[in-house]
């Protein structure tokens, strides 16, 4: 079980939100993240979102979404992401969860279950879906309900392994996925920074993603064939 922020993303040149120099410096979250600033001025959020969305054509996955695939060989992998980019399927992973959305699609404002795939083109002002109502990022923002949450949790509950890579654990209910890992569950932390502490059976891999992925994969492969042998 494989559970990835915005760090994973970073050395493919796509910013994080709360480092210095992230998204979150740069914009107000209440601006541009959500329901609220999406009223008070909707031209804004469209032009964030259509260039986090535009960005997705100048960046490719890096070395830490690639060493993931080495493992669907040997290990059932689930990867549950707060990433709205697409670089775990470009890289080609499968099974990604995206719990706070994607810049690939757009959904009616008024109807939420009309979800349009639109690739990496601009949502404007006053594009409509089939019913007529304005089309809107589907992204979770702000003080939106996180639907995928409960599927989530029972897959990490399931987990005998559960790598974290490049996530704040700042923004809850996804932070709090960890806690629904069993008791024994192997745990791996890769972030360069601190986030967590308290959690049994964590080893913390404090290096870049791209850096450490490779290495740990291989570990992880190495010891399975072990067992197996
Ligand atoms: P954050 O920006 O909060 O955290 C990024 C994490 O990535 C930090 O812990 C960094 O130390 C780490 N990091 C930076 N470079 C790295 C690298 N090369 N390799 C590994 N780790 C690295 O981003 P998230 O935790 O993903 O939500 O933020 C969670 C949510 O808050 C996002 O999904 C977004 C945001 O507001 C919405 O917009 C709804």
Redesign the pocket.
Known sequence: MILT????S??SGLK????SG?L?EEYD?MDV?TPEGWLNNRELVLRFYNERRRQLDTVVPNE?HKAILLLYKHFDVDIIT???DDLHERAGSTKVMH??GELRKARSEKYPNLVYDIGTKDINNEDTCERGEQLRPD????GEDVPLIPLAAAIVSKADILIV???????YP?AGLLYNAPYECRKYL????D?INNVFNLEHIK????T?MPVLVERLIKERLEVRS
Not at 165 to 171: E, F, P
Not at 207 to 210: E, F
């Open positions: 922020g915005a760090g994973i970073a050395e994080t939100f709360r480092e992230g979150w979250i993240a830490a707060q990433n709205v719990l706070h992204i979770v923002w702000f890579i490049g996530t704040s654990l700042n923004v996804a890769v972030d360069p920074n986030s290096a870049k993603a791209g450490a």
